[in-house]
C-alpha cells in the first residue's frame, strides 16, 4: 500500500520556509544596521543573495530531479539553510557574514521551486489541493512579518536570525514526513537527435515564463518604493503595514480556491489575468491614488502575484518534460529572479527621475507579460481528438 503524504506535513514545510522569508524581507536590513553597515554596505549585502540564487537557483531544480529524491533534497537544502544562518549571526566579520549569507541564498531560494513541484506531483495523485497547502506559505509570512516587530520590542535584533534558523528547522523537520519519492528508473538510451527534441522545453511554456518573469518583475518598483510613497502620503508605519497585509491576505484567499480557479480558467488564462491586473494596478499607482483607493489596489495583489504564480506553476506541471518537473520549476524562478533583479536596479534611477509616475513603467512590464500570456494561450499544445490518427 503506498504511502500518503500527509497535507499538514506539506503545508508545515511551506510555513517553516515563508515565515524565514518574512522576517528576512523587512527586517534584515534592520539587523545589518544594528551591526553598523552603512547604507551602500546595505545595499551591497542585500545584493549578494540576488546575485547567488541566479546561479544556484536552476542547479537546485536539477539536483532534486536527477537524485529522483526532492524529499531528501529538502531537507538537506533546509538544514543547510539553517546552518548558514547560523554563520550569519556568528561570523566574527562582514567578509565572512557575507560568504556565510551567500550560502544560505544558495540553499535558501532553491527550495521553494522544489517544494512547488514535489507538491504539484501529489496533486496528480490525488493527494493534495495545491493552493489549499500554498496558502499557509503566505499566512506563515505575514506571522514573520508581525512576530519580527514584536521580538524585536523585547530581544536584541540578533534574535531576527536565530527565528530564520527556527523557520528552516521547523521546514526540515517537516519535510521528514513527507512521502520518498522512488528512484526513477533509467530511460532507455536514445538517439542523440531524439533525446535533444525531448529536453527542449515547448514553445508555449517558454513564452509562458518570459509572462510571468514580466508580471513578477513589474512589482520591483512596488516593493523598493511603495511603502516610501505611502508616508509621504501621510501614513503611519502600522497603517503601511496594513496595506501590505491587505495584499497578501488577498493572494491567501485566492490561494483557498487556487485548484479549482486554475482547473476553470487555465494556466495560461491566470496569467493574462495577472498581467492585466499589474497593467490596472500600477497604472493607477502612477498616478499617485488617493489613501482611500490604496486598500483596493492591495485586492489587487491576488492578481498581479496569486494568479501569475499559479498561472507559472499550473504551466509547467502540464509542459514540462517528463522527469524534469523541479528543473523546469527552478528555472522559471530563475526567469523571475532575472527579472526581478534588472528591474530593482532601475528602480532606483526610475524613482529619482519620476516619482510615482515611474510605476507606469511597472504597468507597462505587466502589460507586456499579458501579450505574452496571449501569445502563449494561442501556441498551447492541443489535445488529441479520440477519432484522430486513423
Known sequence: MPAVAPRHSIAVVYAGLFFGIGVYLPFFPVWLA???????????????????????????????????????????????????????????????????????????????????????ARRAEGLVDYGRVRLWGSLSFIAGNLASGLVLRVFPADALIWMIVAGSLVAA????????????????????????????????????????????????????????????????????????????????????????ITALIGAERLLLAGGLA???????????????????????????????????????????PAGRGAATQAMAAWAVAIVMTGATLASGPLWQALGPLAFAASALMAGGGAVLALLAYADRPQPQSAGSGG
Open 173 to 260: 523537520f517537516a519535510a521528514y514526513a513527507l512521502q520518498p519519492d522512488a528512484r526513477p528508473l533509467p530511460e532507455p538510451a536514445r538517439p542523440r537527435g531524439e533525446a535533444s527534441t525531448r529536453a527542449r522545453l515547448p514553445r508555449a511554456l517558454r513564452i509562458g515564463i518570459a509572462a510571468a518573469a514580466l508580471v513578477q518583475g513589474s512589482h520591483a518598483l512596488l516593493y523598493a518604493f511603495g511603502s516610501i510613497q505611502w508616508r509621504e502620503a501621510g501614513l503611519s508605519d502600522t497603517a503601511i503595514g496594513g496595506l501590505w497585509a491587505v495584499g497578501v491576505l488577498a493572494e491567501v484567499v485566492l490561494f483557498r480556491s487556487g485548484t479549482r
Open 278 to 320: 499589474g497593467l490596472a494596478r500600477f497604472g493607477a499607482m502612477a498616478l499617485d491614488p488617493p489613501v482611500v483607493l490604496l486598500p483596493i489596489l492591495q485586492v489587487l495583489h491576488a492578481g498581479t502575484f496569486g494568479c501569475t504564480y499559479l498561472g507559472t506553476v499550473e504551466l509547467v506541471a502540464r509542459l514540462a
Open 34 to 120: 544594528g551591526r553598523d553597515f552603512s547604507a551602500s554596505m546595505i545595499g551591497f549585502a542585500l545584493a549578494v543573495p540576488m546575485a547567488v540564487r541566479l546561479a544556484t537557483m536552476p542547479l537546485g531544480g536539477l539536483l532534486a530531479d536527477r537524485t529522483g529524491r526532492p524529499r531528501a533534497t529538502l531537507i538537506g537544502y533546509a538544514l543547510a539553510t539553517a546552518c548558514c544562518f547560523v554563520g550569519v549571526v556568528l561570523a566574527p566579520d562582514a567578509a565572512l557574514m557575507l560568504v556565510a549569507l551567500g550560502l544560505a541564498a544558495s540553499f535558501w531560494q532553491p527550495s521553494l521551486p522544489v517544494l512547488d513541484a514535489y507538491t504539484v
